[in-house]
């Protein structure tokens, strides 16, 4: 009996040290702190594009979760390895808020020029990260947005502006639902949607500067904001809102554009549901790929990156197979594209419609007052 | 009145069957659903494609199963190699400060672990465990430490006294004594112990992804991902491989743990 | 008998892995707490922000918890009381058989069970209604507190009916058949013989529940929507939206001196008890 037991447990330690030699060579490692669609792009896609160009080589992906606290997932364990020669990690996907803070940091190397795909991003966002200068340090993988979401078997009359969204909601009580601040980014991008609409100085907001003043004169928006929450149902996250449509607790709220696709795909999202954009507009961010600066593969992660921006990639891979907005310029990716796909893309949300209505997220400083002024005065 | 009392109790264990199924039914159907949404009650066409997804190949589900399994073994044999001195200790011999001593061990499940677990990870990083399955199966022993210890103290505590002193008194040495008596009548308390140390790091999340990761990867580092955005199907089935392990041992754990052991743990 | 000396090179091994590669680094996050990062001083001005801002959240917390726990208590004590002193055999091996299915089911996953299923057009409200015992109207959604109090009764109920099921168990039956004999009641049995002797397993149970939920964060994050919410979330968005590891501390301290309250019972009844094996 015994001796059974000992055999057993000396198989598997013989195991464990076969298996990890066979994966001692040459591997990329990615982290994701993206949703699983982001982990499955490459993993079922990605990953084996660039194992094939690349023998010997193996990608490994991890990911971490969405919104800021997968990235900061990332982060926290970069930041416990400062101290080595060498980082474990190759490759990390990130949000603006926490590429913006490791860059400052000085956890991410330059590599953007080195790649021959660098000069297709030229947006705004590919440059700086809610006011943080990113230049260099980071490639978009994709863009993604928020939107509205409706049922519009419910809904005949969308509401096109907020000042329509406040009237609905006041005569469909509950029907409107979003998941507050504390619970995922949809929510605090309609936040910050809300203070664009009606705080004012929605350039300053964005673009800068930064004066801590500011935040004085947004009492009535967010007066008004927390007599509109009156009328609203509150959901538990991003996938929260998703999951309250699917059952037809609400019928309507924010949600990011890739995850309501994601979720029609899968069959958890009646397919007739729309998307819109309100006026003035609502956030949307690029998730960036960055190279850690003491990355222990850090030429094969250009290379990874430089593929992964190619615009092949971002037309076969983010556009066709995963309804994303691609990360470098529009022109680059359209001219690689079936015009087919290129419309499905944008049925319900037009391309004038995002380029008018797609804002950045805040200026960092401002962003964080606005979600600490949305604790003390909206939900407290 | 027999009847209505019968009645009454069939009542309440139909209640009480439902609340416990109904939520685990919920995850079968979901585990299953291709397409659901309102206002359909049940899911309007269903499916093994999400099956396949879980385990394609380039989806490491098995893989990651495998080394979920494997670190609860070896986390079984690190708690038990700790627990079992500091059961014996604890359970049989005169420790100043006991009760201090066994609180101590309540620590890493009181404390929220997002806040430490970047400094956990500092250190690791510093004497080289990241990444190591050794690393992971020593987070995975201290997370499960109160349980392992806990419940090795009462199962020393159970045995008892006389038949260990009948050993010493026909002169076999201390030792002796806790190997031929000790052990094999503390043997299913200790088996009990072993069991929850298995569940705790088959489930175990936050610690592996920061010291295990990227070179290992776990079940539950599949789950929580799906489960956090509501990718429902993918993380009922994780769910439901993770809950067979669970409920084998469930069903197995009255063996192994007697009710003289459970009225002495923690005390 | 082990000796004093032996006793304490016995515990060592545990103690010092638990001391190196825990609270070794919990003591930094703890001391964090105290750090001023503005000024670059040390004081409590992270306690006075986590107070401003989360009072109400450090109180739905402990309510949410101490209700928790004394519901999980109530429950446990009828089901291991009816497990002893039960007389119906097929209901007795049906609970038996019943009880401990969520033992093992992890807090994500409860979580998620819990919040499709307590949802207003959730599987619960749809059974009920489908059963004509409820209007379509009447439905209400649970995800709120209450949806966070079910889960967690839900979950660390089987674990504490395990322990006090087995204490009662092992309890000696002559008084209690001596009671019986003598035409006293099943619920004062239980409540006058039976759990006064199970009251120490039935306290660590219970504190062991009290201290495991106290530190959940997928529970409140996947079900409660509303405001407030537990202090998990709290340090979970200090950390992720403003990288702010001072209140997040100082919150996991106020945590940590929560528990503290719980831990000084225990202690209490270690002392009473002469810290001696039961």
């Known amino acids: 009996m015994t001796s059974k037991i000992a055999n057993l447990f000396t198989s598997a330690a013989l195991a464990l040290a076969i298996g990890s030699m066979a994966q001692a060579e040459n591997v990329l490692n990615v982290a994701s702190g993206g949703s699983q669609n982001m982990v499955d792009y490459v993993t079922d896609y990605l990953g084996p594009l660039f194992e094939e160009q690349n023998p010997g080589w193996e990608v490994n992906v991890v990911g971490t979760g969405p919104g800021n606290a997968g990235s900061q997932a990332i982060l926290e364990k970069i930041k416990a390895q400062a101290g080595n020669e060498t980082w474990d990690t190759d490759v990390v996907v990130m949000t603006q808020l926490k590429s913006g803070e490791m860059v400052t940091e000085g956890l991410l190397q330059k590599y953007v020029g080195d790649i021959e795909t660098g000069k297709l991003a030229t947006r705004d966002t590919s440059k700086s990260a809610l006011g943080t200068d990113v230049e260099g340090y980071v490639m978009p993988m994709f863009h993604s947005q928020t939107a509205i979401a409706y049922n519009p078997d419910l809904v005949s009359n969308p509401p096109a502006s907020f000042d329509e969204l406040k009237t609905w909601t006041a005569e469909n009580k509950g029907a409107f639902g979003y998941n507050g601040i504390k619970n995922g980014m949809s929510g605090v991008a309609f936040t910050a949607a809300w203070m664009y609409a009606y705080a004012g100085n929605t350039d300053q907001l964005m673009n800068g500067p930064y004066d801590p003043e500011l935040k004085n004169s947004w009492d009535q928006a967010l007066n008004d904001l927390k007599a509109f929450n009156e009328n609203v149902t509150f959901t538990p996250g991003n996938a929260g809102t998703l999951d309250m449509m699917n059952r037809g607790e609400i019928v309507m709220g924010p949600v990011w554009v890739d995850m309501f696709y994601t979720w029609q795909a899968d069959g958890r999202l009646n397919p007739n549901l729309k998307l819109l954009l309100p006026e003035p507009g609502m956030p949307g961010q690029p998730y960036y790929y960055a190279v850690p600066a003491k990355a222990e593969n850090a030429e094969a992660a250009r290379k990874f990156i430089a593929l992964a921006t190619s615009p092949e990639v971002q037309a076969e891979g983010i556009v066709k197979r995963f309804n994303w907005y691609p990360g470098i310029d529009a022109q680059h990716v359209e001219s690689a594209l079936d015009q087919e796909t290129w419309n499905k893309l944008f049925t319900d949300v037009t391309p004038e419609d995002l380029a008018a209505k797609g804002k950045p997220f805040p200026l960092g400083p401002f962003f964080d007052d606005i979600r600490e002024a949305y604790e003390q005065k909206v939900s407290n | 009145m027999t009847i209505l009392r019968t009645t009454l109790t069939a009542v309440l264990l139909a209640l009480l069957a439902f609340a416990i199924f109904g939520p685990i039914t919920n995850m079968l159907i979901w585990s299953v659903a291709e397409t659901w949404y309102f206002p359909a009650k049940l899911p309007q066409s269903y499916g093994f494609s999400f099956w396949e997804r879980v385990f394609r190949p380039q989806g490491n589900a098995m893989e990651s199963l495998w080394s979920s399994v494997l670190i609860a073994l070896f986390t079984v044999l690190a708690s038990l190699a700790v627990a079992i001195p500091a059961g014996l200790a604890l359970g049989r011999g005169s420790l100043p400060w006991r009760t201090f001593f066994l609180l101590l061990f309540l620590l890493p499940q009181a404390f929220p672990s997002i806040a430490v677990h970047m400094n956990i990870a500092r250190i690791f990083y510093g004497l080289g465990l990241n990444g190591t399955y050794g690393g992971v199966v020593l987070v995975h022993t201290i997370q499960g430490l109160v349980f392992s210890v806990w419940i090795a103290t009462a199962a020393f505590a159970a045995v008892d006294h006389e038949l260990e002193e009948a050993a010493a008194n026909m002169g076999a040495s201390p030792f002796t004594v806790f190997r031929t008596v000790t052990l094999p009548l503390a043997l299913p308390g200790l088996m009990a112990s072993a069991i929850f140390v298995f569940l705790i790091s088959l489930d175990e999340f936050t610690g592996t992804y920061f010291v295990g990761v990227p070179d290992i990867t776990t079940m539950p580092l599949l789950l929580f991902t799906a489960s956090m955005e509501g990718n429902y199907q993918i993380a009922s089935i994780t769910a439901l491989i993770l809950l067979v392990p669970s409920v084998g041992f469930m069903l197995f754990i009255e063996r192994f743990l007697k009710s003289d052991v459970l009225a002495k743990v923690g005390s | ?278």
Do not use: H
């Open chain 3, 1 to 278: 008998m082990i000796t004093r000396k032996a006793s304490l090179f016995l515990i060592a091994p545990a103690i010092i892995l638990l001391g190196c590669l825990f609270l070794y680094p919990l003591g930094y996050s703890l001391l964090w707490a105290f750090r001023d990062e503005e000024f670059g001083g040390w004081g409590l001005q992270n306690f006075a922000k986590a107070f401003a801002l989360y009072s109400n959240d450090v109180l739905f917390t402990l309510i949410i918890v101490t209700l928790s726990t004394a519901i999980i208590g109530v429950l446990s004590v009828a089901i291991g009381g009816y497990l002893t002193l039960g007389e119906n055999r097929v209901a007795l091996v049906v609970l038996r058989w019943l009880y401990r299915w969520p033992l093992f089911i992890p807090f994500v996953v409860a979580a998620q069970l819990m919040r499709t299923f307590l949802a207003k057009n959730g599987m619960m409200n749809n059974i009920i209604v489908s059963t004509g015992l409820m209007e379509p109207l009447q439905a209400a959604s649970y995800l709120d507190w209450r949806g966070i109090v079910i889960t967690f009764v839900w979950k660390q109920t089987p674990f504490v009916a395990l322990l006090v099921a087995g204490a009662m168990a092992s309890l000696d039956r002559s008084t209690i058949e001596a009671a019986r004999n003598l035409g006293a009641s099943r619920l004062r049995i239980l409540f006058e013989i039976v759990v006064p002797q199970v009251a120490t397993t039935l306290m660590v149970g219970l504190i062991l529940s009290y201290v495991v939920m106290m530190s959940v964060l997928s529970v409140p994050l996947m079900i409660n929507a509303q405001t407030p919410t537990m202090i998990t979330v709290d340090m979970a968005w200090r950390i992720n939206a403003y990288s702010d590891y001072g209140v997040a501390n100082a919150l996991g301290f106020i945590s940590y001196a929560m528990t503290a309250v719980i831990a000084w019972v225990y202690l209490r009844q270690g002392v009473r008890e002469g810290g001696k094996p039961a």
